[in-house]
């Protein structure tokens, strides 16, 4: 996966349009939490409740990129950047996250999720994810 250009159109930029940084080389791809969204027959829709400490610093490495991901289906939720705090900037926004914390699905199957941390090649633009 490539990342979108930035403003300055020169091939490089960071997914949620923010300023452009140095690649890290101390970034290392990883799955950061991984849960199993199991369906459950008795309700219409099924939470899974993301730790709090998700949500703030320190989780992630400055300059890397995060992402939500269903590995076997596959399916993307939710994807963007990793600021100097080390927060997952924009995580809370993702359509599926209640304002509890809850990711929530109606889906009728087991969904292996994945919050991963990819790191940028600072020469290609490529993200190597877990």
């Known amino acids: 996966m490539k990342l979108p250009p930035d403003e300055s ?23 950061l939490y991984s849960w199993t969204q ?6 219409d829709e099924y939470c899974h ?9 320190g989780i ?3 300059c890397a990129v995060w992402r939500l991901y269903e590995t076997g289906f596959p399916l993307l939720y939710g994807q963007g950047d990793i600021n100097k705090d080390g927060k997952l900037v924009g995580l809370k ?13 109606s ?7 994945e919050l991963q941390q990819g790191c940028i090649d600072e020469e290609t633009g490529d993200i190597t994810w877990p």
């Open 60 to 62: 992630g490495t400055y």
């Open 9 to 31: 159109g020169d091939g490089g930029g960071k997914i949620m349009g923010g300023e452009r940084c140095c690649c890290c080389p101390s970034c290392e791809p990883k799955v």
């Open 93 to 105: 926004n993702v359509y599926s996250i209640n304002e509890n914390g809850d990711f929530c699905t």
């Open 38 to 43: 199991n369906p459950d027959s008795y309700n």
């Open 107 to 113: 889906y009728n199957y087991p969904g292996y999720m």
């Open 49 to 57: 409740h993301i730790p709090a400490i998700y949500f703030g610093d």
